[in-house]
């Protein structure tokens, strides 16, 4: 089995930071690329950013600038810093991996279960 546990979100002020981590634990080989998706109610689901096991990056439009992704490969953990955020930030923030388990050929996707991300003064 493999999991995936986001923890980190609450409730911000806009203008303030929060920073969010994706812990992937169980019967693991290997972790590939990382992700973070959010969806806010009413929204399609929307990717945030992702990063690479050589921690290539990539953002959406709508956080470059603002949020930046990382990861520790040694701790199979990914974080999600961000900045200067603004009330569009309101979402649940989801985690996703490419993940290889020691019990499964090839890589499945994993999902966390999320974490709420409230921007409000």
């Known amino acids: 089995q493999v999991q995936l546990v986001e923890s980190g979100g609450g409730l911000v002020q806009p203008g303030g930071s929060l920073r969010l981590s994706c812990a992937a634990s169980?019967?693991?080989?290997?972790?590939?690329?990382m992700r973070w998706y959010r969806q806010a109610p009413g929204k399609q689901r929307e990717l945030v950013a992702s990063i690479t096991t050589n921690s290539i990056t990539t953002y959406s439009d709508s956080v470059k600038g603002r949020f930046t992704i990382s990861r520790d490969n040694n701790k199979n953990t990914m974080y999600l810093q961000m900045n200067s955020m603004e009330p569009d930030d309101t979402a649940t923030y989801l985690c996703?991996?490419?993940?290889?388990?020691?019990?499964?050929?090839?890589?499945?996707?994993?999902w966390g279960r999320g974490t709420q991300v409230t921007v409000s003064s």
């Open positions: 169980g019967r693991i080989d290997s972790v590939n690329v």
């Open positions: 996703n991996a490419d993940v290889k388990s020691l019990d499964l050929c090839g890589r499945q996707a994993y």
